[in-house]
């Protein structure tokens, strides 16, 4: 299985901060990664597929990078709705492998 | 409007079968195949197969072959998840999602908790 490392595992940030949450696979999954956002007690939403493209609906405050093995999520002037775990996910290889997930929480 | 709705929590004892469902709608449901994604209680997404509804291909996790059916019935639009003999290592929430074929969950369903406890 190809193994997905996300860091931080959880941080703290102020309202209007920019974070970058960044994920790393095992091996090479060309661009073939998606960003999910999920809040306590909710469903999982997508947010990115294919490293940097924005699901329909999502707000522009999100963007995705990278290929190959290291990736990163950021998202700019973070708001409280903002707080969640993000994970990401590969989709190259079966099984699909999720990251750890990382908490994000408004100081 | 595009849904996946599960069907409602269980509670179920050791060794029992179950078999939860999502069932989609406002869709072509054989044009997005489905996955199954485990979620225990305070811990991350874990991925555990998909099924393509126009052929009933399957791939599933090797953390979960043969512990797991996962079938659909496109003649009402449902995909499901089953357990022949439940363990107290199964409680956690459930979830489906639909996507297109080799692409990430675009849409996911509500979620089914099932608890498993003697």
């Known amino acids: 299985d190809i193994q997905m490392t996300q860091s931080p595992s959880s941080l703290s940030a102020s309202v209007g901060d920019r974070v970058t949450i960044t994920c790393r696979a095992s091996?090479?999954?060309?661009?073939?990664l998606a960003w999910l956002q999920q809040k306590p007690g909710k469903a999982p939403k997508t947010l990115i597929y294919?490293?940097?493209s924005l699901e329909s609906g999502v707000p522009l405050k999100f963007s995705g990078s990278g290929s190959g093995t290291d990736f990163a999520l950021t998202i700019t002037s973070l708001q409280p709705e903002d707080s969640a775990t993000y994970y990401c996910?590969?989709?190259?290889?079966?099984?699909?492998?999720f990251g750890g997930g990382t908490k994000v929480e408004i100081k | 409007e595009v849904q996946l709705v599960q069907s409602g929590a269980e509670v179920k004892k050791p060794g029992e079968s179950l078999t939860i469902s999502c069932q989609g709608s406002?869709?072509?449901?054989?044009?997005?195949?489905i996955t199954w994604v485990r979620q225990k209680p305070g811990k991350g997404l874990e991925w555990m197969g998909r099924?393509?509804?126009?052929?009933?291909?399957?791939n599933y996790s090797p953390s979960f072959q043969g512990h797991v059916t996962i079938s659909v019935d496109k003649s009402i639009s449902t995909a499901y998840l089953q357990w022949s003999s439940l363990k107290t290592s199964d409680t956690a929430m459930y979830y489906c999602?639909?996507?297109?074929?080799?692409?990430?969950?675009?849409?996911w369903g509500q979620g089914t908790l099932v608890t498993v406890s003697s």
């Open positions: 999602a639909r996507h297109f074929a080799a692409m990430p969950p675009r849409d």
């Open positions: 406002g869709y072509i449901f054989t044009t997005y195949w």
């Open positions: 099924i393509d509804p126009s052929d009933s291909y399957i």
């Open positions: 091996q090479g999954i060309r661009n073939d």
């Open positions: 294919g490293a940097s």
């Open positions: 996910q590969q989709y190259s290889t079966y099984p699909h492998t």
